[in-house]
């Protein structure tokens, strides 16, 4: 599949099935969206924490908004940006956790695929 083909066929999930995936195959998505992902001077300010426990999944929610269809997925994906570890100021209004944490969850969307 090409890089077009990747983008044109991205999709927004809501109903999710209880197939289990394997930690091989999640531990390769996260190893490449966090080597490919650039950040501002390669400080990569994030973490990713896979969820898997209902009771866990359920305080995710609870911090998202309420968004409960995330609570029938089998794993939750939470991405942390730490600011502290960001680089500086990036035009006079924010540090670069935001940027390069939305890089980050980009790519590992489309390696999702």
């Excluded at 927004?12 to 190893?31: G, L, P, Q």
């Excluded at 969820?51 to 409960?68: A, P």
Aim: glycine share 2%; proline share 3%.
């Amino acid at each position: 599949m090409d890089f077009e083909e990747v983008l044109k066929s991205r999709r927004s999930i809501r109903k999710y099935k209880n197939d289990i995936v394997s930690e091989n195959i999640i531990n390769k998505i996260i190893d490449l969206s966090v080597n490919y992902s650039p950040s501002a001077k390669n400080l990569q300010p994030w973490r990713l924490m896979v969820v898997s426990n209902v009771v866990l999944k359920t305080k995710v929610v609870d911090c998202c908004k309420r968004n409960i269809f995330m609570c029938d997925a089998p794993y939750v994906i939470v991405a942390i940006a730490n600011q502290m570890e960001a680089y500086g100021v990036i035009g006079d209004y924010t540090k670069s956790d935001i940027m390069d944490l939305s890089i980050l969850m980009t790519i590992f969307t489309l390696s999702a695929k």
